[in-house]
């Protein structure tokens, strides 16, 4: 008998929506959909760290038949924790231009996170809030900023599922409950391991305060915390046995350091541009309106169990978990979400007039701010062009950088996230994509993308890492560092065609053996010198390859007649 009063304890609001007020909530979300998207429309590269090299693995999944790419590398497809925009980018850009399909991508993973927000946020308090219309403050954050595109989308995922965990549990359907976040656990982990614990917070969290809420009514027998554990673990149990099949988790546990000195700022990640102002105004404006308001803040069951969980989470973590970086980040910005979708105010008019008036400004001027900056990139973005225009298909480009990555304090700041990384590091995909160059730092590790390199270019190739240091092709004996981050340069003479200098350093001058092609204010492109006396690489050569395609189209080539 106490199930009845408990399950109306917990309901927080169960009355009918005001049709008119839904409408200006619809006519608001659009508004903010509008002013969040211009930016995609001004360039057709944004300046997000991992994006060029996301679409250009997007770009060879959805041509595995192309008679260069083809020989460089193969799908392969498994059970693997990070194949949601592989699987929707495969097959969007076999019908789409290159660069349409890819910001729709782009921004299918900045709205992710803001849908699930309204979503959740409407599962339990019963409306859709004004509040969350200002989690568009976060919809721009050092994880978008940074390329996490099947992250972010996981955690959309994540607040949407555990939405309809709630609706499910409020209407005792305890099968449906079961089956449909079993359903929703296995779909996440497709995107994202971090989006399948997010998931598992989330229905945690909110199973355990209707546990306490029990308990303060006086009654908690064990049977029931059973009740509540055994769906919440048979929901998860599919991402969990999918996890134990995966290449994941046969890695080693390889754990980076902890960067105690930069949480402070990683904190306001939710709110993070390559503005350090803006990010400070906005993650302070936010903190102040809950401050000033919270004795008019409505909590969602569970919230501070799931918020206490990733504050501790954020302060533990290290940089890098079994090859996941910017961990800390990940956890900052899943705190950010839940303080719109767990939140709600109730404001007097003028208060709520006050709150939406400054949030409203924010948003506007963060877009703007985002959209001056990419409309800038748009230089960088010519000039890496020009450089590789000459570039033929099939042949082997090295890249190289003037300054290292981790180096922020660049000019101009567009080019880097502030105190986290440059942005530009992964552009040159662009070789891949558009010119279908052999490029050696696509995102091609099988225990992670659906994708391999082939040989003999598995050779010289070193998924997910960066391009080297430009001071490090002028030396002869090449330092331990530079072969231990990228081991191809043994015999990088041989191996490669063309060096790609991107964002060179003051007054530059080609390194012995280097003939410069293009030299441009931020991309340089030089041709190697392949001397009489140095062996020739063992790989096929730009003329070979082409010539093999070419006798390859020959020999495959229909008869006479056939269709």
Not at 357 to 374: D, E, M, N, P
Not at 463 to 477: D, H, K, T
Request: aromatic fraction near 10%; glycine fraction near 8%; include cysteine.
């Amino acid at each position: 008998m106490t199930a009845p009063v408990f399950q109306s304890a917990i309901v927080i609001n169960d009355r009918l929506p005001d049709r008119s007020e839904s409408w200006r909530w619809v006519v608001a979300a659009g508004l903010l959909v509008i002013v969040l998207a211009i930016p995609f429309v001004l360039v057709d590269v944004p300046p997000v760290l991992d994006y060029p090299n996301h679409l250009a693995r997007y770009f060879v999944l959805a041509h595995p038949d192309d008679p260069f790419l083809s020989q460089m590398f193969a799908p392969h497809w498994g059970i693997l924790p990070n194949l949601g925009m592989d699987i929707i980018g495969a097959s969007l850009l076999r019908v789409t231009d290159l660069h349409i399909g890819g910001r729709f991508l782009l921004a299918l993973s900045l709205f992710a996170p803001i849908i699930g927000v309204a979503v959740y946020h409407r599962a339990v308090f019963g409306e859709w809030s004004w509040w969350t219309l200002a989690s568009g403050l976060l919809a721009y954050n050092g994880a978008f900023f940074l390329g996490f595109a099947n992250f972010l989308l996981s955690l959309g995922l994540a607040l949407m599922a555990g939405a309809m965990w709630i609706v499910l549990r409020r209407r005792n359907m305890l099968l449906m409950q079961v089956t449909c976040g079993a359903l929703a656990a296995t779909i996440i982990f497709f995107c994202h391991i971090f989006g399948v614990a997010f998931f598992a917070l989330l229905i945690g969290a909110h199973e355990a305060a209707l546990l306490w809420r029990r308990r303060e009514l006086g009654t908690l027998p064990a049977r029931d915390v059973l009740a509540a554990a055994g769906p919440v673990a048979a929901a998860l149990s599919p991402a969990v046995a999918l996890y134990l099949l995966s290449p994941l988790n046969a890695e080693s546990a390889s754990v980076g350091e902890w960067a105690g000195s930069g949480k402070p700022w990683r904190i306001f990640a939710p709110f993070m541009t390559t503005s350090v102002e803006l990010t400070l105004i906005t993650g302070i404006t936010v903190i102040l309106l809950l401050i000033l308001f919270r004795k008019r803040l409505e909590l969602a069951p569970g919230l501070p169990l799931a918020l206490r969980v990733l504050l501790v989470a954020f302060i533990v973590a290290p940089s890098s978990l079994k090859g996941g970086t910017f961990v800390d980040l990940r956890f900052a910005l899943m705190i950010g979400l839940l303080l719109f979708a767990g939140i709600r105010p109730h404001l007097t008019v003028a208060e709520a007039g006050f709150a939406g008036l400054t949030v409203g400004i924010l948003i506007v001027l963060r877009s703007a701010q985002v959209g001056a900056s990419w409309i800038d990139h748009r230089h960088d973005l010519a000039d890496l062009r020009a450089a590789i225009a000459t570039i033929e298909p099939g042949t082997r480009v090295l890249a190289a950088r003037g300054h290292p990555g981790y180096l922020t304090s660049v000019e101009p700041k567009r080019r880097a996230l502030p105190g986290v990384y440059r942005l530009d590091g992964h552009l040159a995909a662009l070789l891949l994509s558009e010119r279908k160059a052999f490029w050696p730092l696509l995102f091609a590790d099988p225990t992670q993308q659906p994708l391999i390199i082939k040989p003999p270019f598995d050779r010289i190739a070193q998924p997910g890492s960066e391009p080297v240091e430009w001071q490090w092709l002028a030396q002869e004996a090449l330092p331990p560092a530079a072969l231990r981050n990228a081991r191809y340069l043994e015999h990088w003479r041989q191996d490669f065609d063309y060096v790609l200098l991107i964002d060179p350093p003051v007054a530059v001058q080609p390194h012995p053996g280097l003939s410069p092609l293009y030299r441009g204010n931020y991309a340089q492109l030089y041709r190697i010198d392949h001397q009489e006396s140095q062996p020739r690489s063992p790989l096929t050569g730009p003329r070979d390859l082409r010539g093999a395609i070419a006798d390859q189209g020959a020999s495959t080539s229909p008869a006479p007649g056939r269709p």
